[in-house]
């Protein structure tokens, strides 16, 4: 059974930090996408990464894909109370049709 | 602008009973999911359905059953809820090409089993 661990699973900071989310796995994806969730709402995609070492930028987001393409990061530059939600990774599997999603992590930023 | 829907936000039923949960999509995807989401487990896939009349098992489809009569149309059943069934159920849609494609989210039904 393919498995995506992301870390940490918590995160609580203050307005203007920053921080790094990290999403692993022993398996290789043919993609990966990020996806943030608000309270009673469904996943809304950020950004999907394809090639091996790719990296993204999504204003004050950064999102890199692992060289093996097993693994990704999502950096946060100057956090805003806005990004506030659980973020979740998503890997397609090379089983059509499937993707394997990351246990999440939930990030609060205090103003 | 796109839009996948949800019959219910919230639901409250009983031990034993049945219970049908519906999606429906307006962007003539023809990749339709069924996911639960748990604190601490992320999203597990129920069932998936690539085309009318067609579903697949994901990866933990014991409880559930589908039925994709039309296009637009994607509906989750509970034979007999049971109180570890209890949980949020999102509903995704992709067209054809998995790969690079955006699932879109309908805002889920948080379903409470008594």
């Known amino acids: 059974t393919q498995l995506l661990e992301q870390s940490p699973q918590f995160l609580s900071i203050q307005e203007g930090e920053n921080l790094t989310v990290y999403c692993n796995s022993s398996?290789?994806?043919?993609?990966l996408q990020w996806y943030r969730q608000e309270p009673g709402e469904g996943p809304v995609l950020l950004v999907t990464v394809v090639t091996g070492g790719e990296v993204k930028k999504l204003k004050r987001l950064t999102f890199q894909f692992g060289d093996a393409r097993k693994d990704s990061s999502l950096h946060i530059t100057a956090a805003q109370p806005g990004d506030t939600g659980l973020y979740l990774c998503a890997g397609a599997s090379p089983r059509a049709y499937k993707y394997i999603f990351g246990t999440g992590t939930r990030l609060k930023v205090l103003a | 602008d796109v839009k996948v829907t949800q019959s219910s936000r919230y639901l409250v039923k009983r031990t034993g009973e049945k219970v049908f949960l519906e999606c429906v999509q307006d962007?003539?995807?023809?990749?339709m999911f069924w996911y639960r989401q748990d604190p601490g487990l992320g999203l597990r896939l129920i069932y998936f359905?690539?085309?009318?009349?067609?579903?697949e098992k994901g990866d933990i489809p014991e409880g559930y059953s589908v039925s994709r009569e039309k296009k637009e149309r994607f509906s989750l059943i509970l034979e007999s809820a049971s109180t570890n069934q209890t949980s949020m159920y999102l509903c995704?849609?992709?067209?054809?090409?998995?790969?690079?494609?955006?699932?879109?989210f309908g805002p889920g039904t948080r379903l409470l089993v008594l």
């Open positions: 995704a849609t992709t067209s054809r090409q998995v790969n690079q494609e955006t699932q879109y």
């Open positions: 962007m003539d995807h023809e990749n």
């Open positions: 359905s690539y085309d009318v009349k067609m579903k």
């Open positions: 398996s290789v994806f043919s993609s």
